[in-house]
């Protein structure tokens, strides 16, 4: 059964990768996956060496090093989850300039699954407050042929939002990039400062964070995450605080 499973679950890892999404959330299923099945495929072999070797010291070294570690990613995980689950503010109704937070689009420039799911919350915001504004954000990659914040504003409007409504913010390679850029383009153009964060359940907690931190009025309004992805992106994103956290 635990073969079964680790292999299951290396599959769901892997398939994103086939679809353009690279983030280290698949990596790091990966590895966890084939762990699993490892074990249940070697659990004998490994409990007979282990009752060999468990008196030795070598052996209770590498035990306390690996416990070390575990520990740790067990403790991050835990304060980053809590973070992806309760320390965002719940979506506050009200006209405001909706900032689109970029993410990977397609090779042939489209939007991807995640960053449609997106787009559609956008577009529904800005039919319900048809004066308010949207500020794109996302530089992506340039071998894609668009820019992830040029990719939004053709599907915006191509969805009837007119072009006026949109400004795009291309040069952001980070969720701190696109917040602080969406944020100094509101003030130029004298958009409304009331900022509606857009992106993914699982992005909101960090988006919403970074925004506290530069004193911005803001709500975040999130957009929901395909079941498909949500694994490798749950990982990614517990990566992505701690990264903020210490190198932002």
């Known amino acids: 059964m635990l073969v079964i499973l680790g292999l299951l679950g290396a599959v769901h890892f892997i398939v994103p990768l086939f679809f353009g999404y690279h983030n280290i959330g698949e990596p790091v299923g990966v590895f966890l996956s084939l ?16 009752k060999r070797k468990k008196n030795t010291t070598g052996f209770k070294v590498l035990v306390s090093v690996l416990t070390v570690i575990v520990v740790f990613h067990l403790m991050v995980a835990g304060w980053a989850t809590g973070k992806i689950l309760f320390q965002k503010k719940p979506y506050r109704e009200g006209p405001g300039t909706a900032v689109v937070l970029g993410c990977e689009v397609n090779r042939d420039g489209t939007p991807s699954a995640l960053l449609e799911s997106r787009l559609k919350t956008a577009l529904a915001y800005l039919q319900k407050y048809p004066d308010e504004k949207a500020v794109v954000s996302g530089g992506g990659l340039d071998y894609y042929g668009l820019t992830e914040a040029e990719s939004m504003k053709q599907w915006l409007m191509k969805h009837g ?42 992005h909101q907690a960090r988006a919403q964070g970074i925004a506290a931190s530069l004193g911005l009025d803001y709500t975040g309004l999130p957009a929901k ?22 190198l932002e």
């Open 35 to 50: 762990l699993v099945a490892a074990y249940g495929y070697f659990r004998e072999q490994i409990h007979t060496y282990i």
């Open 161 to 202: 939002i007119a072009e006026d409504r949109i400004y795009t913010d291309d040069k952001a390679a980070s969720t701190t990039q696109n917040i602080v850029n969406a944020a100094e383009i509101v003030k130029q153009q004298n958009l409304n400062p009331h900022l509606v964060l857009i992106t993914n359940t699982f």
């Open 225 to 246: 995450t395909p079941l498909w992805l949500a694994p490798t992106y749950y990982i990614r994103e517990m990566y992505g605080i701690v990264y903020t956290k210490l």
